[in-house]
C-alpha cells in the first residue's frame, strides 16, 4: 500500500478527496496539509512516497506554493487542476503528473504510482472538436500486459489471480492500474482502448 500526503488548501475539497480515495485499497492518506508549510517533514515522518495535491477549482491558480513545494519535498507530486491550460504550468511548476479534478480514483491510483517509479503523467487537454480529455497512455509494465491478456479473456480477478499465481488483491491493482493508464471507466472499454492502441487483439 503506498503512503501518500494529501494537499489542499479547501478542507471539503480534501474531504471529498479522502471519501472519494476510501475505496482504493493501494493507497494510504498518511497525513493531511492546507499547504506547504512543514511539507518536507511530513512525507518524511509519516513515511510517504508520493504527494498528492488539489490546487483547487480556479481556472488559473497561483503556481508559487507547488513550485516551493517540488523544491522542499523528497517526494513526487501529482496535481489535480481545475481545468485543461493549467496542466502543463502544474508541470512546469515542478509536478510529476498532472490530471483533472474529476478523474477517477483507478486513474489517481495509478498515476501516483507511476510517478512514484519515476514517469510522467499529464492528462492531454481536450481537442477543440468537443469530448473530454483524454489521459496520454502510459505503457504497460510486462505484468500488467499479462493480466491485460487475461481482460480481454474476461476473467474475473480471482481467475486473473490464479492464473498467474498471485494474490487477488494484487490482480486487482494491476487490474485498477490498466484502467487508470487507459483513462477507462470499466473493464471492457479498457480492452477496446488496448485494442485501438494495437496492444491486444479482439
Known amino acids: 500500500m503506498m503512503r501518500i500526503v494529501l494537499v489542499g488548501r479547501d478542507p471539503l475539497a480534501r474531504a471529498g478527496l479522502l471519501l472519494r480515495l476510501g475505496d482504493t485499497p493501494e493507497l494510504s492518506v498518511a497525513r493531511e496539509l492546507s499547504g506547504v508549510e512543514d511539507l518536507g517533514a511530513a512525507v518524511v515522518d509519516s513515511g510517504s512516497a508520493a504527494i498528492l495535491w488539489d490546487l483547487g477549482p480556479t481556472p488559473m491558480p497561483a503556481l508559487d506554493g507547488l513550485q516551493a513545494a517540488a523544491a522542499e519535498a523528497s517526494a513526487p507530486i501529482l496535481a489535480l487542476v481545475g481545468s485543461p491550460p493549467v496542466l502543463r504550468p502544474a508541470l ?26 519515476g514517469l510522467q503523467v499529464l492528462t492531454r487537454e481536450p481537442r477543440a472538436a468537443g469530448g473530454g480529455a483524454e489521459p496520454v497512455v ?41 484502467l487508470g493508464k487507459l483513462g477507462a471507466e470499466s473493464r471492457t472499454e479498457a480492452v477496446v482502448r488496448a485494442a485501438r492502441l494495437g496492444w491486444v487483439a479482439i
Open 92 to 117: 512546469g511548476a515542478g509536478a510529476q503528473g498532472a490530471l483533472l479534478r474529476d478523474a477517477p480514483p483507478a486513474q489517481i491510483a495509478a498515476a501516483l504510482t507511476a510517478i512514484q517509479a
Open 138 to 178: 502510459e505503457s504497460l509494465t510486462p505484468r500488467e500486459r499479462e493480466v491485460l491478456e487475461l481482460l480481454v479473456e474476461g476473467l474475473p480477478n480471482k481467475l486473473i489471480a490464479d492464473r498467474l499465481g498471485i494474490s487477488e488483491n494484487t490482480a486487482k491493482f494491476h487490474v485498477n492500474s490498466i
